[in-house]
Nanobody, 123 residues
Framework: QVQLVESGGGLVQPGGSLRLSCAAS????????MYWVRQAPGKGREFVAA?????????DYADSVKGRFTISRDNTKNTVYLQMNSLKSGDTAVYYC???????????????WGQGTQVTVSS
């Protein structure tokens, strides 16, 4: 069956960095767009970043993370990554990876979801 398993979350001080990983199985990873989505306490799920299934690996970022976060994928390992730099307290959330057919920021249109990993930015 389809599985998306995130790892790499934790507690980090403001200005610090974390790298999230998401290992995928049960579907043809290379043919799907991959996304990172986050949910802060008391808020809805928010698009963070996307990477295409095209050969050029086109990417898209929410304005709030552009220039600080980098999404990448390794199709040989069926894994997508999110490198997060210059972290702020406002980045505190549960981070989910997701997979879908479309290049869209509409999180309701994603097909598969992981269980999430907590990222806490605090001094």
């Amino acid at each position: 069956q389809v599985q998306l398993v995130e790892s790499g979350g934790g507690l980090v001080q403001p200005g610090g960095s974390l790298r999230l990983s998401c290992a995928a199985s049960g579907f043809t990873f290379s043919t799907y767009w991959m996304y990172w989505v986050r949910q802060a306490p008391g808020k809805g799920r928010e698009f963070v970043a996307a990477i295409s299934n095209w050969s050029d690996g086109a990417t898209d970022y929410a304005d709030s993370v552009k220039g600080r976060f980098t999404i990448s994928r390794d199709n040989t390992k069926n894994t997508v990554y999110l490198q997060m730099n210059s972290l702020k307290s406002g980045d505190t959330a549960v981070y989910y990876c997701a997979a879908g057919w479309l290049g869209t920021r509409d999180v309701n249109r994603y097909s598969y979801w992981g269980q999430g990993t907590q990222v806490t930015v605090s001094s």
